[in-house]
């Protein structure tokens, strides 16, 4: 019933930017959460940004003052600017949000996206 569809990964060299974007569709009735999480090469899924429910940001240590997160409500739509890339970024991100859909208003569903390589060279 929802889909997401991330954008703009691809490969970098250490110091550069890179912008991801993602993009939910079908039957949405509201989005209670937006976030990015990515996968390191052997390593377990960690939360890189997200906007909470009550729309607040929160960052994981490694990326504060080097990456945003950012929303268009009205597109359903999120993007994360990733600045001053390092080797350790090097990770398959993938977007998540939590929605409520237009058949079941009161309850909330996970969804994520399919995930984005993005690949930082020194």
């Known amino acids: 019933q929802v889909q997401l569809v991330e954008s703009g990964g691809g490969l970098v060299q250490a110091g550069g930017s890179l912008r991801l974007s993602c993009a939910a569709s079908?039957?949405?009735?509201?989005?209670?959460?937006m976030g990015w999480y990515r996968q390191p090469p052997g390593k377990q899924r960690e939360l890189v940004a997200e906007f909470t429910s009550g729309g607040s940001t929160n960052y994981a240590d490694s990326v504060k003052g080097r990456f945003t997160i950012s929303r268009d409500n009205a597109k359903n739509t999120t993007n994360l600017q990733m600045n001053s890339l390092k080797p350790e970024d090097t990770a398959v991100y993938y977007c998540?949000?939590?929605?409520?859909?237009?058949?079941?208003?009161?309850?909330?569903?996970?969804?994520w996206g399919q995930g984005t390589q993005v690949t930082v060279s020194s």
């Open positions: 079908g039957s949405i009735f509201s989005i209670n959460t």
């Open positions: 998540r949000m939590v929605v409520s859909t237009i058949t079941y208003p009161s309850a909330k569903f996970n969804y």
